[in-house]
């Protein structure tokens, strides 16, 4: 989950502060002296994770754009200059602008803003842009909600008091409100210092940047892992008392399948694995140039040869994710009680793959043609080979028992037109009684079926009322069978309409009355 920060570089920024032992100290100072902590962390436990540094005033600039490199980071953020005032909407927009050109909109972001609370004044201020929100055209919107998944972190250089002596904290709230409300707010607790920013960002760093360790296990094999970014709680809203599920941190590989037969299956989210050395705090990388997620750039010699050293360890992880690759399958994982997702190898170049695992909607279904993911067994245990001799079949997709609403003919009365048709079309089947009784039938208890799940009772007497009107004006030349057939399907559909019926029962179908009348072209008897 790539990170953009954005860095206040307005004028009140500058504003001093007093602390002890230094004649010259401004907020500024704090905002880098709390970015830098947050780089500290992200190079030592993140350092796959792309990060960008925006800077803004009434315009904005890109000082930096995504790397792995934060030595390049913090450069940048040194030698940050100040400029004029305020203006957040712009800078947002530039921040929507980076993340689309760079990752699209379907790659989650992180956004950190670094600002001392003073929003600006007259146009182009906050408060001014959120007045407004209601009254843009399209093409000018408000940048909130990002286009893309988001997480919005304000990091106020100010504390609660200041803040709420104005309406600064109200308008940072409304922001967090109008990214959908995926953001926190936080600001310094007690003196402007720096144990106070460190506190601050020790809050960000906990919540949003802390590593989720786990252990991935398969059989007796077992591998240390970190999973980026960390996996969110989940909740099902169907719950009368939903509870957040979190993912456990033992993973249990349950399976193998190929990558046919997982086709490409709807997931919650997707994280990176790493496999790690818990003695050194290293990451584990394969050697010969596959590597698995080392992906840090710029290493020193005394790194890279520590990494080449960690490499010739052996691992579980590394072992997985070699054989995903090379045999084109992949791991289904327990991640909780009724829980699963899927460990896989995921190339981001020619030379590089990474060990992925993403997650699926929780249940014990989670993809209906693999059916119940507790069914499941080793192709071993069947009697006969389900991909045959020669992998020329596979035993997925598992056909349901009962047929799908989707598999059949739906019918749906948006307009009047619709539904005229659908009576037209029995109408027209009754006058050609007794040639049509199937056909007539089946049209009439495919309109019964729809009125009985829309409750459109009205539709069955009126529609019984136009069958007995058919039948009046028969001519003298019809034959017996039809008079009889149209006051049998006219009862029925008034017996359906009064609801207490068991001839108003959903899976009831009206069947053709039992004649038997001479000639050709009567009624089969039934």
Known sequence: MPTVVLMDSSLSMTRPVSVEGSEEFQRKNLAVHGLTMLFEHMATNYRLEFTSLVAF??????????????????????????????CLEAALQGVSNVVQQEWGTSCPC???????????????SLRHSLQTVKQRVEDKKFPLPFPFPS???????????????????DNLEQLINL????????????????????????????????PFHAVLRCGNLASDVQVFPRPEPVTIDEEVDPMPRTVETDLEIIGFIEIGDISSPPVLSRHLVLPIAVNKGMFFGLTEGDEIGTGATDETEEETST??????????????HGSLKVEGMVALVQLGPDWFGMLYSQADSKKKSNLMMSLFELGSEPLPWLGRISQLGPASDAAENPYGEDDSKSPFPIQPKNKRSYAQNVTVWIKASGLQTDVQKILRNARKLPEKTQTFYKELNRLRKSALAFGFWEL?????????????????????????????????????????????????????????FSGGGGADRI
């Open 57 to 86: 005033s009434s315009l904005w600039e890109l000082m930096v754009p995504f790397t792995r490199d934060y030595n390049t980071l913090q450069e940048a953020l040194n030698n940050l200059e100040d400029y004029d005032k305020t």
């Open 110 to 124: 992180q956004v950190v803003l670094v600002t001392d609370g003073a929003l600006g004044i007259g146009r182009g």
């Open 151 to 169: 997480k919005f972190y304000v990091m106020c250089i100010a504390n609660a008091e200041e803040l709420q002596a104005t309406d600064s904290m």
């Open 179 to 210: 990214n959908d409300g995926e953001g926190q707010i936080y600001n310094m607790e007690g003196p402007l210092c720096l144990k106070s920013v460190q506190s601050m960002f020790g809050k960000l760093i906990d919540q949003a940047y802390s």
């Open 307 to 320: 990494n080449q050293m960690a490499g010739k360890s052996p691992n579980f992880c590394v072992l997985l």
């Open 460 to 516: 069955l007497k009126s529609m019984a009322e136009l069958l007995e009107r058919e039948c009046t004006l028969l001519p003298d030349s019809a034959h017996p069978d039809a008079a009889f057939q149209l006051s049998h399907a006219a009862q029925q559909l008034k017996l359906a309409s009064s609801g207490d019926s068991k001839y108003a029962a959903y899976e009831h179908n009206i069947t053709p009355m039992i004649t038997d």
